[in-house]
């Protein structure tokens, strides 16, 4: 199936810059899945927040669909 990964704050020097990339997963794939299948091994980036389906925020182990698309978020900090 076909999504649409979105990498948002400094996330996006994973994908070399660029803040999205659309690509082909296995039907079924959770949001962790797609990641390994973009390159991106969220569990050794310390930067790594959180995940969104559809705007919506959702665990790392939500199933996709065709067409969704995956925003992955950098932890924000601040004080």
Do not use: C, H
Not at 20 to 29: A, T
Not at 49 to 57: E, P, Q, T
């Amino acid at each position: 199936m076909q999504i649409t990964i979105k990498l948002r704050g400094t996330l996006t020097k994973y994908f070399d810059g660029q803040k999205e990339k659309v690509l082909e997963v296995p039907d079924g794939s959770s949001a962790e899945e797609a990641l390994l299948v973009a390159g991106m091994d969220w569990k050794n980036i310390p930067s790594f927040g959180f995940v969104a389906i559809n705007g919506k925020r959702v665990m790392i182990y939500d199933k996709l669909q065709e067409g969704d698309e995956l925003k992955a978020y950098s932890k924000i900090s601040g004080g």
